[in-house]
């Protein structure tokens, strides 16, 4: 397996491990998973193709959903509520 993928299925082990902790200690954890995503999808990208990187985004979309909608109505000058 390439170092790309090594990496990508430490990312979502990693990625489930901060899902079981609690809500106020998601956010460090799952904002430095959110922000070595897309460097991680490009080293995919280089080394396996579009298809591989479209799957890795698709995978990135499903598990860090309602944290890119929360960040969407940010930018959109909304004040979404923070779950507790």
């Keep these: 397996m390439s170092w790309s993928l090594t990496l990508g299925c430490l990312w979502v082990l990693a990625g489930t491990v901060v899902a079981f902790l609690p809500m106020r200690y998601q956010y460090v954890p799952g904002v430095?998973?959110?922000l070595?995503?897309?460097?991680l999808i490009w080293m995919i990208a280089q080394d396996h193709g579009g298809l591989m990187a479209g799957l890795a985004a698709f995978a990135l979309i499903s598990m860090?959903?309602?944290?890119?909608k929360y960040f969407a109505a940010r930018l959109?000058?909304?004040k979404p509520e923070v779950p507790k």
């Design 32 to 34: 430095a998973l959110l």
């Design 36 to 39: 070595a995503a897309p460097v």
């Design 64 to 68: 860090f959903r309602n944290p890119l």
């Design 76 to 78: 959109m000058g909304r």
